[in-house]
């Protein structure tokens, strides 16, 4: 993927973004599980922060929080978990068929684990069991268009997780799974370095294609903005590195 200026500004906003709050930003988690057979399992995890205006400054909500909440707010907060998804994510099957997942959602923490601590941050977590249509040969997610926030995708297949997740912001498509040999369609675009940023970034300089926040524009010289852009992306890689192994 090419990396222009202002994919820069945006990832070096993103990656700022987590270090300015008391929480990071909130993401939409897809895991599917695949068996022989057909047999498949989907799994969607949302933050209920998503929900909020300005989720980057909305608090958890925690185990102790959910203890005194009402089970009518409780069932709102699962109605609104099924609407947002349908809003924000999408199931792809190759050849096309129709998939309409009828999540069953419950309070968990975060990776479908058991709330335990009065802090635990609460999670909504969406659980479906089905059987793919016959003759599914490959699956993927979309990224929707109206969301605002990114999802990630991870797969299991046979027991073993996939070794490629990736993460996709509003619009983009996943790669797609090949449902025989359990491994993507497409090679893994070359891992994002420091000294790759770097050299995207000196070729991204051009004064006509740095974005406003940046605070350049057509006569800019874009020097600022693209060492802002860089420190950006290379906190980004930490975070992101980070949170993967968490």
Request: with cysteine; hydrophobic share 40%; charged share 20%.
């Amino acid at each position: 993927m090419k990396i222009t200026a202002s994919s820069l500004c945006l990832l070096a906003v993103l990656a700022f973004a987590p270090f300015g709050m008391a929480h990071p930003l909130p993401d939409v988690a897809v895991r599917s599980n695949f068996e022989r057979g057909g047999e498949y399992l989907l799994q969607i995890e949302i933050d209920p922060r998503s929900f909020e205006p300005d989720p980057n400054v909305a608090p958890y909500l925690t185990h102790a929080d959910l203890g005194v909440t009402p089970a009518e707010q409780q069932e709102k907060l699962k109605t609104k978990a099924r609407e947002y998804v349908q809003r924000v994510v999408e199931v792809v099957l190759d050849p096309v068929a129709e998939l309409k997942p009828e999540l069953v959602w419950e309070f968990t923490a975060a990776e479908n684990a058991p709330l335990k601590q009065p802090e635990d941050p609460v999670m909504l977590t969406g659980t479906w069991r089905t059987k793919l249509p016959e003759g599914t040969t490959g699956y993927s997610i979309k990224a929707l268009p109206a969301g605002t926030l990114s999802v990630l995708y991870h797969n299991t297949a046979l027991g073993k997780k996939v070794e490629r997740f990736q993460i996709l912001f509003p619009g983009e498509t996943s790669y797609v799974l090949d449902l025989k040999t359990f491994t993507p369609r497409t090679k893994a675009p070359p891992p994002i370095t420091a000294e790759s940023v770097d050299a995207a970034a000196i070729t991204a300089g051009a004064p006509d294609t740095m974005c406003a926040l940046c605070g350049t524009g057509s006569k800019g010289t874009g020097t600022l903005a693209t060492l802002i852009s860089v420190a950006g992306i290379v906190a980004l890689i930490a975070w992101l590195r980070k949170k993967k192994e968490a």
